[in-house]
């Protein structure tokens, strides 16, 4: 049960990384948004809207790739601190 439930959480924090990038692709939900949140178009590349007209901008694909790095050790820390329960099959002597 714990690696289907890892499994859908990955799959999960994939998705939102996917579409934060620049790469999205994908038009699942009307234009008025996701939920009726404006700022969650259709489109994706969160990352890029929200750098536009800064400094920053010609960077989204750095920060982003930075961004997912961190995300995914964050996870991965927490998924560590979950203790497990030993399988039957486990002899620790």
Same mark, same amino acid.
């Given at each position: 049960?714990?690696?289907?439930?890892?499994?859908?959480?990955?799959? $999960?924090?994939?998705?939102? +990384?996917?579409?934060?990038?620049?790469?999205? *692709? !994908?038009? /699942?939900?009307?234009?008025?948004? #996701?939920?009726?949140?404006?700022?969650?178009?259709?489109?994706?590349?969160?990352?890029?809207?929200?750098?536009?007209?800064?400094? $920053?901008?010609?960077?989204? +694909?750095?920060?982003?790739?930075?961004?997912? *790095? !961190?995300? /995914?050790?964050?996870?991965?820390? #927490?998924?560590?601190?979950?203790?497990?329960?030993?399988?039957?099959?486990?002899?620790?002597?």
């Amino acid at each position: 049960m714990r690696r289907i439930v890892t499994m859908a959480l990955v799959a $999960a924090l994939t998705a939102i +990384l996917f579409y934060l990038s620049r790469f999205w *692709f !994908l038009s /699942l939900w009307p234009r008025s948004g #996701l939920f009726g949140i404006e700022t969650l178009r259709p489109q994706g590349g969160l990352i890029g809207r929200w750098l536009r007209g800064t400094d $920053a901008a010609p960077f989204e +694909l750095l920060i982003w790739a930075i961004a997912c *790095f !961190l995300m /995914l050790t964050w996870a991965q820390k #927490l998924y560590d601190r979950i203790p497990t329960k030993p399988d039957a099959g486990d002899s620790h002597d």
